[in-house]
């Protein structure tokens, strides 16, 4: 299975700043996507982060407030601009493994808190 | 709109007390029912894929079962450390991102 490093781990960001949060994986794969996990919520869908081409983003989500990139088939960065209260939310990074149909798996997740 | 449902939201069991988790979607096109376990602190654990009706999947104390409608998470004889969040999902119209249900909190007391 796909092993997925997420950088870091956690973070208390002052309201106004940027955060950017990397996902590394040790495998190519072809869809590499991220979610937002609000406290005491479930996973919503932010973005699909292609590779060599700008990230499709879900309804409610924009490239603005959370660029994306992915420069690789190994590797994607998400961050979140101009932070208010409200992004405070665990962000995890999540692939498709192509080698493993059926197979979804997720980074360890970074925990934001913005003050 | 496609839509995954959990119940209950939260379940208490006592260690050996088996029972089961329920998930129910409306999705067109079925395109494979996604098991996770969650944590606290950590991202989802993968558990099982199924693709379709009857099919069954087991790990350990674990057996994810899938109807035309519904799907079932049983836990057999379950211990304190099986007690965490389990996630159902279904991949969503647009491609391979899966769209979750709100999950499940399992407690499991000695």
């Known amino acids: 299975s796909a092993v997925i490093s997420q950088k870091p781990s956690r973070d208390i960001c002052q309201r106004g700043t940027s955060l950017t949060i990397q996902c590394q994986v040790d495998?190519?794969?072809?869809?590499m996507f991220w979610y937002r996990q609000q406290p005491g919520q479930s996973l919503t869908l932010i973005a699909t982060?292609?590779?060599?081409?700008?990230?499709?983003?879900e309804s409610g989500f924009v490239i603005d407030k959370f660029p994306i990139s992915r420069p690789n088939l190994t590797f994607s960065t998400l961050t979140v601009s101009n932070m208010s209260p409200e992004d405070s939310s665990i962000y995890l990074c999540?692939?498709?493994?192509?080698?493993?149909?059926?197979?979804?798996?997720f980074g360890q997740g970074t925990r934001l808190t913005v003050v | 709109e496609d839509q995954v449902t959990q119940s209950p939201e939260a379940l208490r069991l006592q260690e050996g007390e088996s029972s089961s988790l329920n998930c129910s979607y409306t999705v067109s096109g079925l395109r494979g029912l996604f098991w996770y376990r969650q944590d606290p602190g950590k991202g989802p654990e993968f558990l099982f894929t199924?693709?379709?009706a009857g099919e069954e999947k087991e790990k350990e104390r674990l057996k994810a079962t899938l109807t035309k409608k519904e799907s079932f998470l049983h836990i057999t004889a379950p211990k304190p450390e099986d007690s965490a969040t389990y996630l159902c999902a279904a991949p969503m119209l647009s491609g391979y991102a899966l769209n979750f249900g709100k999950g499940t909190s399992l407690l499991v007391t000695p």
């Open positions: 495998s190519q794969v072809t869809m």
């Open positions: 999540s692939v498709y493994d192509d080698t493993h149909r059926g197979e979804a798996f």
């Open positions: 982060a292609n590779q060599g081409s700008e990230a499709t983003y």
């Open positions: 199924l693709y379709s």
